[in-house]
T-cell receptor, first 115, second 114 residues
């Protein structure tokens, strides 16, 4: 079974530039999550999708971050404009269970460095 | 603010030593508890989980964790570690009080010396 795919794996940009990350979840998983993991901290949920609808985006900084999952499969997360404090690993995870009670399967992450 | 706390940021121990990693959370009510592990160069993956029933749960690779409701704790243990247990370990809580979001602790880096 293929895992969660993410690209790119690494990205270096300057502040005020924009960047986009892509995630392809495990086939059949209706629930998709984006997390931000700052160095030395645990992952923090940014947004949760159920199919193509947003379930929870309460911790997404909506002035600069946006995410979509138009066809209920792949998802993109965008930052525009980026700030220095956005340097982090962005993790995508998926699950077959929207309640959050079952295992989430994580991708390898995209490491973003903002200079 | 409600949170998940892991007491140790770094742990260094020798093979065959026993390991215990602390995890405390501050959510009341119904909680579901997880330990995830990230081996070097690999993805985060589930080690074990607790939903209900026996508060002592067993996971993969000889790990176990004990849920103590009165102490709001879910400590991870392994009686005898191996070099291959070198990894970062994350405690995570899914709490109804937090809208069923999975909230992670800050992680503990474990280095097992051969």
């Amino acid at each position: 079974e293929a895992g969660v795919a993410q690209s790119p794996r690494y990205k270096i940009i300057e502040k005020r530039q924009s960047v986009a990350f892509w995630c392809n979840p495990i086939s059949g998983h209706a629930t998709l999550y984006w997390y931000q993991q700052i160095l030395g901290q645990g992952p923090k949920l940014l947004i949760q999708f159920q199919n193509n609808g947003v379930v929870d985006d309460s911790q997404l900084p909506k002035d600069r971050f946006s995410a979509e999952r138009l066809k209920g499969v792949d998802s993109t997360l965008k930052i525009q404009p980026a700030k220095l404090e956005d340097s982090a690993v962005y993790l995508c995870a998926s699950s077959y269970d929207p309640s959050g009670l079952q295992e989430q399967f994580f991708g390898p992450g995209t490491r973003l460095t903002v200079l | 603010a409600q949170s998940v706390s892991q007491h140790n940021h770094h742990v260094i121990l020798s093979e065959a030593a026993s390991l215990e990693l602390g995890c405390n959370y501050s959510y009341g009510g119904t909680v579901n508890l997880f330990w995830y592990v990230q081996y070097p160069g690999q993805h985060l993956q589930l080690l074990l989980k607790y939903f209900s029933g026996d508060p002592l749960v067993k996971g993969i690779k000889g790990f176990e964790a004990e849920f103590i409701k009165s102490k709001f704790s879910f400590n991870l243990r392994k009686p005898s570690v191996q070099w291959s247990d070198t990894a970062e370990y994350f405690c995570a809580v899914n709490a109804r009080a937090a809208g069923n979001k999975l909230t992670f602790g800050g992680g503990t880096r474990v280095l097992v010396k051969p």
